[in-house]
């Protein structure tokens, strides 16, 4: 590992909740009576919640006040809080466990880099609340990806440079957002294929080999 620090999203790269977020949009759409499908439901990876609910709403009839849309956004989020108690530390991979534990054994220092307010509730979960040595969320965040705000946040709580960290993402807009920043990037599922992102991973632990 030739970086000093590796900052991971969290969904798609650590664990999987797109499901969960799907089903929860998917919720909020059919009681609005507004067409949703997983096509719409892709355009959200990587995206804030409420620039979510604005391509939910692409398809609405009518125009929606902002005292509206915050409530909607709060029902959405209410039902997929909801859902991520189901959640354990089975939703996390060998794979992924085993690359946290030996980047960590080789002094390498790991953060979370993850527009998703709700990453606290997340870890604790999935059994990662402890393992990493920053986390830079929603919570704390003035502008959501592509905007490089998360990992800059990122890189200094874990006291490095950009230059000296490798961004982990999947979604297109997480590597635009590592690019933007000046960090070196590596895409996985969705973002393997991007040819913005500096490494192309079929798993986790091909990081061990940079």
Request: negative net charge.
């Given at each position: 590992?030739?970086?000093k620090g590796?900052?991971f999203?969290?969904?798609?790269v650590?664990c999987f909740t797109?499901?969960?977020?799907?089903l929860?949009?998917?919720a909020?759409a059919?009681?609005l009576?507004?067409?949703f499908?997983?096509?719409i439901?892709n355009?959200?990876?990587g995206?804030?919640?409420?620039?979510?609910?604005?391509?939910?709403?692409?398809?609405?009839d009518r125009?929606?006040?902002?005292?509206e849309k915050?409530?909607?956004?709060?029902?959405?989020?209410?039902i997929?809080?909801?859902s991520?108690?189901?959640?354990?530390?089975?939703?996390v991979s060998?794979d992924v466990r085993?690359?946290?534990k030996t980047l960590?054994e080789?002094g390498?220092r790991?953060?979370?880099g993850?527009?998703?307010?709700?990453?606290?509730l997340?870890?604790e979960r999935i059994?990662?609340?402890?393992m990493?040595?920053a986390?830079s969320?929603g919570?704390?965040?003035?502008k959501?990806k592509?905007?490089?705000e998360?990992?800059l946040?990122?890189a200094e709580?874990?006291?490095?440079?950009?230059a000296?960290c490798?961004v982990v993402?999947d979604?297109?807009?997480?590597?635009?957002?590592?690019?933007?920043?000046?960090f070196a990037?590596?895409g996985?599922g969705a973002?393997?294929s991007?040819?913005?992102?500096?490494?192309k991973?079929e798993k986790?632990s091909?990081?061990?080999?940079?």
């Amino acid at each position: 590992m030739n970086y000093k620090g590796v900052i991971f999203d969290l969904d798609g790269v650590i664990c999987f909740t797109d499901e969960l977020h799907y089903l929860a949009w998917k919720a909020l759409a059919d009681r609005l009576n507004i067409y949703f499908d997983r096509e719409i439901n892709n355009r959200m990876r990587g995206v804030s919640r409420m620039d979510s609910l604005d391509i939910l709403l692409e398809r609405a009839d009518r125009e929606y006040s902002v005292v509206e849309k915050e409530a909607f956004a709060a029902e959405k989020n209410a039902i997929y809080a909801d859902s991520l108690r189901q959640m354990s530390e089975k939703d996390v991979s060998d794979d992924v466990r085993n690359t946290l534990k030996t980047l960590k054994e080789r002094g390498v220092r790991i953060a979370v880099g993850s527009s998703s307010k709700n990453a606290p509730l997340i870890l604790e979960r999935i059994g990662l609340d402890e393992m990493f040595d920053a986390v830079s969320d929603g919570n704390g965040l003035e502008k959501s990806k592509p905007d490089l705000e998360v990992f800059l946040k990122a890189a200094e709580r874990l006291g490095l440079s950009p230059a000296e960290c490798l961004v982990v993402e999947d979604a297109l807009s997480g590597i635009d957002a590592g690019v933007a920043g000046g960090f070196a990037t590596a895409g996985i599922g969705a973002a393997a294929s991007y040819d913005k992102a500096d490494y192309k991973l079929e798993k986790l632990s091909d990081i061990l080999s940079l």
